[in-house]
């Protein structure tokens, strides 16, 4: 019986070689920051948006930013210590877990802090957001629409007519419930009404720094999280560098 062609190997290196050439491109560019930059920070992001992560590389021109592949940046900085590229990175790439990235830079660990401690953004909410407060039309026209987009409004759930060329609410209508998760039509019609309840926002959860290791910047770890480290941490001593600014790392 002739072999059949669905029993054939074959390399995924040549089923996808695109996507090799990039996975090993980003690994080297990573090692390649290594040596040029003093600080790692693993972040988080909290309603994630491109255009807001593009403004943020603006801001931070002299640093380096990388938002991919969580094991392919956990590859570039080693998942263990016997493969790590410098002491104690093994602990920084376990942690890259969900939507996270790594910044890599020069500036003051508590400069870098402070500036995401204080930086926020406010976005138009997505589907399967939260709503953070109730928002209720009241009866009465909407002067601000188009009489264009009244057909729209009325297939997105707005009880609506057009008297005079300007739309009308026949009812009140609640738009979204406080702590309610938001459909697809109530994130469009807040959008349309130019409701922002989404908050962009980078958290810091960890660094690590050439010569001093890795730390932690949240303030409440969990205690399984906080045991790992501690366990971690004593089989991989690092040397004390004496630099007078080791008290800035807090």
């Known amino acids: 019986m002739p072999k059949s062609k669905r029993d054939k190997k074959v390399s995924l290196t040549k089923t996808n070689k695109k996507g090799l050439l990039l996975k090993q491109k980003t690994i080297e560019e990573i090692r390649k ?22 403004d943020l590389r603006n801001d931070w021109k002299d640093s380096r930013f990388f938002f991919g ?14 493969d790590e590229v410098e002491d104690q990175l093994n602990l920084l ?30 976005e138009y909410a997505r589907a399967g957001f939260v709503a953070t407060r109730d928002v209720i039309l009241p009866q009465g026209p909407l002067e601000d629409f188009s009489h264009t987009i009244e057909p729209h409004l009325r297939r ?11 739309i009308h609410l026949i ?4 738009v979204c419930k406080k702590d309610a998760v938001l459909t697809p039509e109530q994130a469009s019609i ?3 009404l130019g409701i922002q ?3 962009f926002k980078v958290v810091i959860k960890c660094h690590w720094t050439k010569g001093k290791g ?11 999280e906080e045991d790992n480290d501690k366990d971690a941490l004593e089989d991989e001593p690092m040397e004390d560098d004496n630099d007078d600014d080791d008290d800035d790392e807090t």
């Not at 009812?171 to 609640?174: C, R």
């Not at 890795?214 to 399984?224: C, G």
Request: charged share 30%; glycine share 6%; with cysteine.
């Open 33 to 54: 920051s290594l040596s040029k930059y003093e600080h790692i920070f693993l972040f988080t992001v909290d309603n994630m948006r491109n255009t807001k992560l593009k």
């Open 69 to 82: 592949k969580n094991k392919v940046m956990a590859v570039a900085l080693g998942r263990t210590k016997s």
């Open 93 to 122: 790439s376990k942690r890259l877990k969900g939507q996270c990235g790594l910044l890599m830079t020069n500036r003051d660990v508590p400069d870098v802090l402070e500036w995401f401690k204080s930086y926020t953004a406010t």
């Open 156 to 166: 997105l759930g707005l009880p609506t007519s057009l008297e005079k060329g300007v």
């Open 171 to 174: 009812k009140e209508y609640q």
């Open 190 to 192: 807040l959008k349309l």
């Open 197 to 199: 309840m989404a908050q």
């Open 214 to 224: 890795f730390h932690k910047d949240l303030d409440v770890p969990s205690d399984d």
